[in-house]
């Protein structure tokens, strides 16, 4: 039971342009979500994330969008750089009234290559 | 500030022998969670940790796998009788929580991960 879907493995767009990458979900309880980046060989690094509160985040050239009816979350990357070329994780986390562990579920991961 | 440390960064063992994984999580910081990425798999919980304390374990795959932390800080993952199946990428993260978690979370911090194989 995948409750965090990205069903892209992989995107390529050219240097300058804009990535999108998405991500659905399946668990109305979740409240906040995260994008990380990681590249091979190291751990994940957080990129940026949002509250079910809100719908739209940006910090930089990163802007994530939430579409809570649509289950549907979006990590907008302009311009695209080819340093950005890396696995992208989005994840997201339930408030456990009961036991609030805040565990993050990770979707499956995009690879984005920007070419130069 | 010091991030997140793992060690070892790499660990090949025999399949039967113990393995014991170390994480230093950033100083402060109160929850601690240990993830692993099995090959062409997304990130996988198995147990969380606020203080000493382990409230959530469901992601522990077996009895064989058991994870402590002391003084609020380090934590150990001791995989016993590994198993082929156990080769991963293991991970551990930390963020600061607030008993009050509200309608926003924690950004969790991960560190490097120990790359383990079982031969």
């Known amino acids: 039971d995948q409750q965090v879907k990205q069903n892209s493995p992989s995107l390529s767009v050219q240097e300058g342009r804009i990535s999108i990458l998405n991500c659905d979900y399946t668990?109305?309880?979740?409240?906040?979500f995260l994008w990380y980046k990681k590249y091979p060989a190291e751990g994940p690094t957080f990129l940026i994330s949002i509250s079910s509160i809100k719908d739209k985040n940006e910090d930089g050239r990163f802007t994530v969008f939430l579409n809570k009816s649509a289950k549907h979350l979006s990590l907008h990357i302009v311009p695209s750089q080819p340093g950005d070329s890396a696995v992208y994780f989005c994840?997201?986390?339930?408030?456990?009234?009961?036991?609030?562990?805040?565990?993050?579920?990770f979707g499956q991961g995009t690879t984005l290559q920007v070419k130069p | 500030g010091a991030g997140v440390s793992q060690s070892p960064s790499n660990k090949v063992t025999e399949k039967g022998k113990d393995v014991e994984l170390r994480c230093d999580p950033i100083?402060?910081?109160?929850?601690l969670y240990w993830y692993r990425q099995s090959l062409g798999q997304g990130l996988e919980f198995l147990i969380y940790f606020q203080g000493n304390s382990a409230p959530d374990k469901s992601g522990l795959p077996s009895d064989r796998f058991s994870a402590e932390r002391t003084g609020g800080s380090v934590s150990t993952l001791t995989i016993q009788r590994t198993q082929q199946e156990d080769s991963a990428v293991y991970l551990c993260a930390s963020s600061f929580t607030s008993r009050d978690r509200g309608t926003s979370g924690e950004t969790q911090y991960f560190g490097p991960g120990t790359r383990l194989l079982v031969l």
């Open positions: 668990n109305s309880m979740f409240d906040y």
């Open positions: 994840a997201a986390s339930a408030k456990q009234i009961s036991s609030n562990t805040g565990k993050l579920i």
């Open positions: 100083s402060g910081h109160t929850a």
